[in-house]
């Protein structure tokens, strides 16, 4: 059963700085993974998806990286803002069905 | 677009009561996903449907749970009868599968926060 976690559960950071957030999946056969934004009491935004055969995906700010063999994803958000504060998710979806498991997630604070 | 819509985005039950949730997707949209949110185990998928047809129903708790997809614009998930233990937000989503298993953006509604006391 493919499990995801995110550390860290919560990150508080100085308005500027670079940062990063880790995911990691058990069953590395995975079809691509994606990473959501999700702000309080709403619903989830999606920043990034990877395909299995990619190994990043840049939009703006962000760039999410994909390591499969190692069963691991990293976003990272360049120069963060207080706008950049919510709950940062990941989710991997299996080769041939579009089922997405979700982490837990990541809240993010991002402090003036 | 206005989006995915969800109603109501807030509904207080008590035990034992049927509650529906309904959904409409995205126009043009030919995949429906509901999902539900809690603290202790974070977004899990329920049931989703491609063409109004269901495809994989394995998230779907127990049989208190059923979801259907009349038609390509409306879908509803009902719990009959609720428990305390099914509080949580509960999302639908939608996106357009073109050429599976090509991925594809899934879009998120707003939630219906569920509360059986």
């Known amino acids: 059963k493919q499990e995801v976690t995110q550390i860290p559960a919560a990150l508080s950071v100085p308005e500027g700085e670079n940062l990063v957030l880790n995911c990691s999946f058990t069953?590395?056969?995975?079809?691509?993974l994606q990473w959501f934004r999700q702000d309080p009491g709403k619903g989830l935004t999606s920043l990034l998806l990877?395909?299995?055969?990619?190994r990043e995906q840049t939009s703006g700010r962000l760039n999410a990286s994909l390591d499969k063999s190692s069963g691991r994803s990293t976003l990272y958000i360049a120069a963060s803002q207080p706008g950049d504060s919510a709950t940062y998710l990941c989710?991997?979806?299996?080769?041939?069905?579009?089922?997405?498991?979700f982490g837990k997630g990541t809240k993010l604070t991002v402090n003036p | 677009d206005a989006g995915v819509i969800q109603s109501p985005r807030h509904e207080v039950t008590e035990m034992g009561q049927e509650v529906t949730l309904r959904c409409k997707p995205i126009?043009?949209?030919?995949?429906l996903f509901w999902y539900r949110q809690t603290m202790m185990r974070g977004l899990e998928l329920l049931i989703y449907f491609n063409n109004n047809v269901p495809i994989d129903d394995s998230g779907m708790p127990e049989d208190r749970f059923s979801a259907k997809m009349p038609n390509a614009s409306f879908s509803t998930l009902k719990i009959q009868p609720s428990e305390p233990r099914d509080s949580a937000v509960y999302f639908c989503?939608?996106?357009?599968?073109?050429?599976?298993?090509?991925?594809?953006?899934?879009?998120f509604g707003p939630g219906t926060r569920l509360t059986v006391t």
């Open positions: 989710a991997v979806s299996k080769g041939g069905s579009e089922k997405l498991v």
């Open positions: 990877i395909q299995s055969s990619q």
């Open positions: 989503a939608s996106g357009l599968s073109v050429l599976a298993p090509e991925p594809y953006e899934q879009y």
């Open positions: 069953d590395s056969a995975i079809y691509n």
């Open positions: 126009s043009g949209h030919n995949s």
